[in-house]
């Protein structure tokens, strides 16, 4: 966890620079303001937009969740780099409070998502509070509880052979 912030230069780089996902599996377009702790995106729905369903004209309102969560790894992947260190792996564990106020992510619309740590273990254990909002309305928010091991390969090793054990 950095106490450095990101400058306007870093903020205008390819948000995949900055996580771990690859087209077409981006869905965060832009990195919009960063602060410790805390990081606001923003993503544009258009017709090639993942998840984009053109019988609803837009994004199912559930891939708000990803929404969040790629906004969190991007938060991760700035200040890795922040601190020179390797942009490493995370996974989502989970969601609290979810609340959705709207069914749709509108073709043509922008929709800025902003990600706060509350709470982060030394083990890579974390609670995000993401809010998404299209202008001033807030349209959906939760918390989320994401893991980010140090080591993923051996985190994936060995929780492998634990289920393997398991049988």
Known sequence: MSTLTADAAMLAQDVSNFIPHRAPMILIDKLLEHRPDSLT?????????????????????????EYMAQSVAALAGIEARLDNEAILAGFLLGTRKLQMHIDTFTLGQSYRTQVTRLYQEESGLAVFDCHIYHQDTLIAQANINVFQPKDTQAYIDESQATAKHDQ
């Open 41 to 65: 995106t923003e993503t544009h729905i258009t017709p090639s937009s993942a998840f984009f369903n053109s019988t609803i004209n837009g994004v199912p309102n559930y891939v708000a969740i």
